[in-house]
């Protein structure tokens, strides 16, 4: 079964920076496509990032372009999120969610995953 489960989050000013961990375990990991999601409250969960299994590419929402780079290092089973220039609207739980062999038109569709992690809190506030 596959399991997945985030760290790193915290509350940090306007302008900072986090890095998000998303630990897989439960399947093979390279072959799977990961991507991360965010509800703010009172909004509907959001595509943030993605990033394709077997050595594909990474996909941003405009949202995040330039100022979150995903990237996976397939040794550890794991998918990092390193978020620069923080901004208040990008306070959110965070979740990361996998999924085998996605095609990349799905990649920004939650209901495509089937599994998720517990989510983890980003709170940017001075």
């Known amino acids: 079964q596959v399991q997945l489960v985030e760290s790193g989050g915290g509350l940090v000013p306007p302008g900072g920076s986090l890095r998000l961990s998303c630990k897989f375990s439960?399947?093979?990991?390279?072959?799977?496509?990961v991507g991360w999601f965010r509800r703010a409250p009172g909004s509907e969960r959001e595509f943030v990032a993605a990033?394709?299994?077997?050595?594909?590419?990474?996909y941003y929402a405009n949202s995040v372009k330039g100022r979150f780079t995903m990237s996976r290092v397939n040794t550890e089973n794991t998918v990092y999120l390193q978020m620069n220039s923080l901004k208040a609207e990008d306070t959110a739980v965070y979740y990361c969610?996998?999924?085998?062999?996605?095609?990349?038109?799905?990649?920004?569709?939650?209901?495509?995953?089937?599994?998720w992690g517990q989510g983890t809190q980003v709170t940017v506030s001075s």
């Open positions: 990033i394709k299994g077997n050595g594909g590419g990474t």
């Open positions: 969610a996998a999924d085998h062999q996605l095609i990349t038109s799905s990649l920004g569709l939650h209901s495509q995953y089937d599994y």
């Open positions: 439960g399947g093979a990991f390279r072959t799977y496509s």
